[in-house]
C-alpha cells in the first residue's frame, strides 16, 4: 500500500532558527514528490520535485529528493513567524492519477 | 492563471437536505480530485476524476455523488449527510498521469457543518 511518513510531527522553534522537515514514501511506480504549506484554508503548492539530487529552492525554502533511499526534505532558513503552519508532503505514482499525502508537520516558529 | 475555484466558500445543512460542491479550473487540468479534510489531520482522497470519468473512489459512502460535467467543472452532491461528516472539502486539478508532470493546485475549500 503506498504511504507517505512525515516527520516530525511538531516542532516549535524560535525566530531565525533553521528547520529540516523529513518526508519518507513508498509508491508504487513513484511520479513526483510534492510539497504544500497549509494555514487556514487550502494548502498551497511550494515544490514538485521528480529527480533525485536536484535542488529546488524557493527564497529560504528549499528542498531535495533522494529516489534511492525514498525520501525528501524541506528546509526553511532563517524561520519567521509567517512560516508558522503545516508542511505536507504528497507523493503521486505513475499507476493511477492518487495524490497520497503524510500527516504533516506542524511548524510553530516563536517571535 | 493557477487558479481553483470553489463555491460555497460556507455551508451549513441539515441532515435531510440536498445540496452540492462546485469545482471549476480552466488550466486545461484533466484530472480532478475531492478530498475530506478534518481539523488537524490531512486531506484525505474521496475521488479521483480522469478525462471526466470517475477513476477513484477510495471507498466513500454513497450519500456523496460526485459528478464531472466537463473537463473544467467538477461537483460533489450531498444528501442525508451526517454530523460526523462536517468538514473541510478540498477541490485539486492536475495534469493527468498520462500527460507530463506537473504540480497540483487546491480550491480554498468549502466548510461543511451538518446539523
Known amino acids: 500500500e503506498d504511504k507517505v511518513v512525515q516527520s516530525p510531527l511538531y516542532l516549535v522553534v524560535h525566530e531565525g532558527d533553521t528547520v529540516t522537515l523529513n518526508c519518507s514514501y513508498e509508491?508504487?511506480?513513484?511520479?513526483?514528490l510534492l510539497w504544500y504549506k497549509q494555514e487556514k484554508k487550502a494548502p498551497t503548492f511550494l515544490f514538485m520535485l521528480t529527480s533525485s539530487g536536484i535542488e529546488k529552492k524557493s527564497g529560504r525554502l528549499s528542498s531535495i529528493l533522494d529516489k534511492k533511499e525514498l525520501f525528501s526534505i524541506l528546509n526553511i532558513t532563517a524561520t519567521q513567524t509567517g512560516d508558522s503552519a503545516v508542511y505536507l508532503c504528497?507523493?503521486?505514482?505513475?499507476?493511477?492519477?492518487?495524490?497520497?499525502f503524510g500527516k504533516g508537520t506542524r511548524l510553530h516558529i516563536l517571535p | 492563471d493557477t487558479e481553483v475555484t470553489q463555491t460555497p466558500k460556507h455551508l451549513v445543512m441539515g441532515m435531510t437536505n440536498k445540496k452540492s460542491l462546485k469545482c471549476e479550473q480552466h488550466?486545461?487540468?484533466?484530472?480532478m480530485y475531492w478530498y475530506k479534510q478534518k481539523a488537524k489531520k490531512p486531506p484525505e482522497l474521496m475521488f479521483v476524476y480522469s478525462y471526466e470519468k470517475l477513476s477513484i473512489n477510495e471507498s466513500v459512502p454513497s450519500r456523496f455523488s460526485p459528478e464531472c460535467p466537463n473537463s473544467s467543472l467538477l461537483n460533489l452532491h450531498l444528501h442525508a449527510l451526517q454530523p460526523e461528516d462536517s468538514a473541510l472539502y478540498l477541490c485539486a486539478s492536475s495534469q493527468t498521469a498520462l500527460k507530463m508532470n506537473t504540480e497540483a493546485f487546491f480550491g480554498q475549500g468549502t466548510r461543511l457543518t451538518v446539523v
Open positions: 509508491v508504487t511506480n513513484f511520479r513526483s
Open positions: 488550466m486545461g487540468h484533466r484530472a
Open positions: 504528497a507523493v503521486v505514482g505513475n499507476r493511477d492519477d492518487k495524490i497520497i
